[in-house]
């Protein structure tokens, strides 16, 4: 008798204790069923979607179970290749029914740095810039992109120097 409760009570006891989730993964169609399947700690549903330019190269939904560290937003952006990672965690019975909405756009960055003249004059820039997804203005001079001078940051450097070399 002894014996038999141990054995019964961690046998059913899992089965009593796991939580119901939905799992998709899409085959080379991109289209699956949900079926549903336990898991330890919680559910979740993932997007990556993967662009070149504006076109969308890959969509892929999945719902599988998870673990915390899966839970991310996260973006990678190769210039003219971008990927975003979506991902939403959950830890009741079949939560992650609902798959994530197209995460579209992403965040905007500006990057300021130096290009060819070939590539701002004439039909270049206007035929690359919506190509590679990415608003392009060129300009001529120093400084023209507003980018800050060593100059000054270097006379806000000495100037704290010097207050403190005072005042200290």
């Known amino acids: 008798m002894y014996l038999i409760v141990p054995i019964l009570v961690s046998l059913l006891l899992p089965k009593a204790y796991s939580l119901k989730c939905f799992e998709c993964t899409p085959g080379e169609s991109g289209a699956c069923t949900d079926k549903e ?6 559910c979740g549903n993932t997007r990556i979607t993967s662009y070149m330019g504006g076109t969308t190269l890959s969509d892929v939904n999945l719902k599988s179970c ?26 009741t019975d079949l939560c992650n029914s609902k798959s994530i909405p197209v995460n579209m756009g992403g965040e905007k960055m500006t ?12 039909d270049m820039s206007g035929a690359l810039g919506p190509t590679m997804g990415i608003d392009m203005k060129c300009c001529e001079g120093n400084l023209c992109n507003n980018a800050q001078s060593i100059g000054l ?9 010097v207050s403190v070399a005072l005042f200290h």
């Open 37 to 42: 399947t336990d898991c330890p700690t919680q």
């Open 66 to 91: 998870s673990v915390p560290a899966q839970c991310l937003t996260a973006s990678v952006n190769f210039g003219m290749m971008r990927t975003m990672i979506a991902s939403t965690c959950c830890n």
């Open 111 to 122: 990057m300021k740095g130096c290009a060819s003249k070939s590539i701002c004059v004439g």
């Open 153 to 161: 940051s270097l006379l806000l450097l000495v100037t704290s120097m």
